[in-house]
């Protein structure tokens, strides 16, 4: 008889994080139960995961605020808890259509936890962001620092988690675990998957990895007049195989503890846009070919993450460094120069 391995909802299970986080969730195991409805992510992902896992985890193309799909879904895979990612990350696009992104990661999120608690699925994980903070103005960032998101992708990730804190009041069993992340690079060290995204990357890591693959022609250094080591942004990079294994580790204390609890997942160490190249270069052998322009709207000089209360409570600390980082996304690339797209 094959063992039973518990179930996983995982919705964006298909994306970035999502899929790197299913193959430690099967490493860990657990059994991931993917709904994605592929607005931002390739199918193929999938086959990747069970390429480098030996397992494939079940896969429905379904919207979290489809009640009637969720629901068949959940008929025929009782999930022992829920890692919720499906969203629209876009903070520029938040800015310019706030309708679509409200309606995706708040009307969406609410419709999701009303199918699950009428399911009786009441272990939630949520990929919440250090945008929630907005400008901290003391490094490192606790999670005592004030929430001030400054765009509505950071104010629909608030207002999820404000959402998820009067659940848990209401309703005292649930377990629900708010994750922080910070910056999220990096790929799977197999290459079989990785950041993905659509048109011209807003991120820094995937835009530089695109000019050392010449797909692009230059970075664009979004200033270097800021009050920091070198002038321009710093920033605390996460290892996004990092990452997944931070949500093994807070599944873990959600199916052992009730209540809520929010941790910031980083490394608590800042590296600027300058040093983000030189890693780069060091590691792909490449030239990153940048210019220096004007500083973003919006951006903060320096973001990174107190992760002491990660250590603490979950005993997670982050364990790939930036070399590391790059290499997996530089071999992520070269493997894979147009993404999904050219299997
Ligand atoms: P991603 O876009 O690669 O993954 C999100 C997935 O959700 C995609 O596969 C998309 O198709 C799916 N999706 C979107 N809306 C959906 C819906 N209504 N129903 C079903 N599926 C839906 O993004 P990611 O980088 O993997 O991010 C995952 C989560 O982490 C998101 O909630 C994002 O806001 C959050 N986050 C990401 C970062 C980052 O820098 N990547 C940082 C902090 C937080
Ligand atoms: C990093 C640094 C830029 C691109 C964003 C979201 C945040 C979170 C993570 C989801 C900054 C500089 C960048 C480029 C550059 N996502 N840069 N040229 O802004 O910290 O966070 O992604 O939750 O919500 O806002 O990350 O990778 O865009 O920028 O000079 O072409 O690189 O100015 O200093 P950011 P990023």
């Excluded at 970035?16 to 986080?21: E, L």
């Excluded at 920091?228 to 949500?247: E, N, P, S």
Aim: charged share 20%; with cysteine.
């Amino acid at each position: 008889m094959t063992e039973k391995f518990p179930e996983i909802l995982v919705t964006g299970g298909a994306g970035y994080i999502g899929s790197h986080t299913c193959v430690a969730l099967i490493q860990a195991g657990f059994m991931p139960v993917i709904v994605d409805n592929l607005s931002n992510s390739h199918p193929l992902a999938i086959s990747r995961i069970e390429a480098i896992t030996g397992t494939r985890p079940a896969f429905y193309k379904c919207d979290i605020a489809d009640d009637a799909g969720l629901r068949t879904v959940l008929e025929c895979h009782p999930c022992v808890a829920t890692i919720h990612f499906a969203g629209l990350k876009a903070v520029g696009r938040s800015v310019s259509e706030p309708l679509e992104t409200y309606r995706d990661n708040v009307c969406g999120s609410l419709s999701l936890l009303q199918t699950l608690r009428s399911r009786g699925i009441n272990r939630l994980i949520f990929s919440s962001s250090a945008t929630v903070y907005g400008g901290a103005e003391h490094m490192p960032i606790p999670e005592t620092a004030s929430i001030q998101p400054t765009n509505p992708y950071g104010h629909s990730k608030a207002m999820i988690e404000q959402i998820l804190q009067d659940l848990v009041t209401a309703a005292p069993d649930m377990a629900i675990g708010v994750l922080r992340y910070f910056n999220p690079v990096g790929a799977h060290i197999s290459g079989e998957i990785g950041e993905d995204p659509q048109g011209i990357p807003d991120n820094l890591f995937p835009y530089v990895s695109q000019v050392a693959v010449g797909r692009r022609e230059k970075l664009l250094v979004f200033g270097d007049d800021y009050d920091t080591k070198d002038g321009t942004g710093v920033r605390d990079y996460i290892h996004v195989m990092d990452l997944a294994d931070g949500h093994v580790a807070a599944l873990q204390r959600c199916l052992d503890t009730d209540g809520l609890f929010a941790v910031n997942l980083g490394t608590g160490q800042g590296s600027s846009v300058l040093e983000i190249i030189q890693a780069f270069e060091t590691v792909s052998g490449k030239p990153v070919a940048y210019e220096v322009v004007g500083r973003r709207p919006g951006d903060v000089a320096t973001s990174f993450a107190d992760p002491s209360k990660a250590s603490d409570m979950l005993n997670f600390k982050a364990q790939r460094d930036l070399t590391q980082m790059c290499r997996d996304a530089w071999n992520w690339q070269q493997r894979n120069p147009t993404g999904y797209a050219n299997r």
